[in-house]
């Protein structure tokens, strides 16, 4: 049974950084696609950044140069980087993986305060 668990997130001020992980059970991450989505509230679920299962990775455009995704395969996770975060970034953080069928984290809270 795959499972995703997200941390990491919480409160910090504007041009403040965090790092999120995705930790993963029930299959091996460093070896996997992975993305990153986040969801505002009263807004969609929008897609952050991924990694794919050779190590490219793609960031949208409004964290492109801020935020960094990356394996750290000796906790079995993908971690993202979080630099430079403003108002916008707020959001609940979610951890998504393909086996099949889509395997989603239950997400964390990030507040970014001016």
């Known amino acids: 049974q795959v499972q995703l668990v997200e941390s990491g997130g919480g409160l910090v001020q504007a041009g403040g950084s965090l790092r999120l992980s995705c930790a993963a059970s029930g299959t091996d991450l460093s070896n996997r696609f992975l993305a990153w989505h986040r969801q505002a509230p009263g807004k969609q679920r929008e897609l952050v950044a991924y990694?794919?299962?050779?190590?490219?990775?793609h960031y949208v455009d409004s964290v492109e140069g801020r935020f960094t995704i990356s394996r750290d395969n000796t906790k079995n996770a993908v971690n993202l980087q979080m630099n430079s975060l403003k108002v916008e970034d707020t959001a609940v953080y979610f951890c998504?993986?393909?086996?099949?069928?889509?395997?989603w984290g239950q997400g964390t809270q990030v507040t970014v305060s001016s």
């Open positions: 990694i794919t299962s050779s190590g490219v990775t």
């Open positions: 998504i993986t393909n086996m099949g069928r889509d395997y």
